[in-house]
């Protein structure tokens, strides 16, 4: 794992932003894994600016994201469809047909689950995979208490998360217990991962993904076992990593051999 601890989160999501710009520059055909939540807007602010410089197109890029909320449309406004038309398909180039989101109304959820791992395989996996960390370390909606093994499939939200995310909605009442999601054993076949963390109620799920043992109390500590894991923090978001002076040094001397081989 690769943590760059920067400070201000506008300063680590230029520099995720100019790693995924660079990786679709040299592969315009890049297969994208993203992520919904309010912490990697900055970044897809900041891919948008790449696009409208004219410095790179996302005209054959594929995307698949991570989770929908069951039960929601994608005409809803706190669908995660919704959200990545608002906040980053509508900003770049990209061919909606090619983006694709869990559809949180199929009848067959199982099924739709199934299809969607196999689009991406089909698709030679996922390049890049964009991810959040909930505040009790969960990746996409692999809650606190599932398998690091775990597949697409039905998930059922906490009550921390239900909580967390009920600023989106008019009460916690609306927010659904359920939703479709990637698995953490899915995720981790991705090429590369890029978390992004910001805030201060980000800094134990950051210490306990880290530095705590994987488990799946944590189900972002899997991401330990993956060989190109970067996480981008702000300050406060790395405040409680034992380790972080070491991690600055050594990330700011691979993050300059990540500019001299683009
Ligand atoms: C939801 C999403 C996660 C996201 C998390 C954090 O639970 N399913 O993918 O990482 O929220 O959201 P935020 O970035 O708003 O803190």
Known sequence: ME???????????RIA??????????????????????????????????????????????SWNLDEYVGLPGTHDQSYRYFMNENLFKKIDIDLANTHVLNGLAED????????????????????????IGSDGHIAFNEPGTSLASRTGVVYLTPQTIK???????????VPTRALSMGVGSICEAKKIILLAFGANKADAVAAAVEGGVSQYCTASALQCHNDVWFFCDEEAAAKLKLKDYYSWRSSIKLQKVQVND
């Open 3 to 13: 943590i760059v601890i920067c400070k201000t989160k506008e300063e680590a999501s």
């Open 17 to 62: 932003a100019s790693i995924i710009t660079a990786a679709v520059k040299a592969n315009p055909e890049t297969v994208l894994g993203l992520a919904t939540g309010s912490t990697p807007v900055t970044m897809y602010d900041e891919m948008a600016k790449a696009v409208a410089a004219g410095e790179v197109s996302y005209k054959k890029v594929r």
């Open 109 to 132: 959820p199982v099924a739709e689950c199934a299809a969607y791992e196999k689009q991406i395989k089909d698709a030679g996996g996922i390049d890049i995979q964009v991810l959040g």
């Open 164 to 174: 967390d995310n009920a600023r989106f909605f008019k009460s916690a009442d609306e």
